[in-house]
């Protein structure tokens, strides 16, 4: 379990993480969201002890990170693929961790077989491109077999076939009981593999909550028609202020409620084959619930 509690972090006269209090718990998968710039990163490097607070606490299974010795075998955690000795071999880069955490030589095979890489074991680092350094650093954080993990964009420079993995390999920590904590800003991957969320905007936060709770936080709604009168639908729609996307006979509705909707059709006796409400999706529960939060908005000067 990771525990933060009224963290700050501040740099000069810039705060970078103000007042977070949260919890991560076991056995789900919680996803870390925000938009650039919102602390994110700022906070799992607090969470390694990589950097100090200013104020307020944040431990792992109760204590401060930095004050576990032999750390992978208590946390892993991939920060930054990037970061490895392109001279090295996977096998080796492993194995110099293996040793400074007293971890038996067997789990460097073991980890990179399970993360795809057996093949690549005697490969010098520097030629993996980007998805394999991904699956180094994955199998880096599991090789301590430890009960909490973090992971800072790990799906960066995956092709679909390892996005799937990664997708049921944290499904799979988290149902072994492990706290799984994921750092993305791939909307459709946390929606498909988050349980938890807590989301940040200015290093603050903005909810801590099931995925399925935040979605429901977004207030846009859109209402799903199909008519064989697509045409004349829309136009009477739109003149009555709503937003209408036509596909055929389909119309994604934004603006009017399904009963009106509803009653539009029949006064003109159109008929329907579909009408459902579909709520915001969590990339647009995102996008509205963090807007005053971006630190730089697309189209507005600097």
Known sequence: MIEVNELTKRYGGATAVNNLTFTVRPGQVTGFLGPNGAGKSTTLRMILGLHAPTSGTVTVDGRPFRDRSRGLRHVGSLLDAQDVHGGYTATAQLSALARSNRIPRRRVAEVL??????????????????????????????????????????????????????????RRLAAEGRTVFVSSHLMSEMAHTADQLVVIGRGELIAAESLARFSARGTRRNVTVATPAATVLRDLLA???????????????????????????????????RLDTQSASLEEAFMELTADSIQYPAGEPR
């Open 113 to 170: 077989r399970e993360v795809g890489l057996a093949a690549a074991a005697r490969r010098r680092v520097g030629g993996f491109s980007l998805g394999m350094k991904q699956r180094l650093g994955i199998a880096a954080a599991l090789l301590g077999d430890p009960p909490v993990l973090l992971f800072d964009e790990p799906l960066n420079g995956l092709d679909p076939e390892g996005v799937r993995w990664v997708r049921d390999l944290f």
């Open 239 to 273: 003149a009555e202020g709503a937003v209408v996307h036509s596909e055929g006979d389909l119309l994604t509705v934004t603006g009017l409620t399904a009963p009106r909707v509803s009653e539009i059709a029949q006064q003109h006796r159109i008929p329907l084959h």
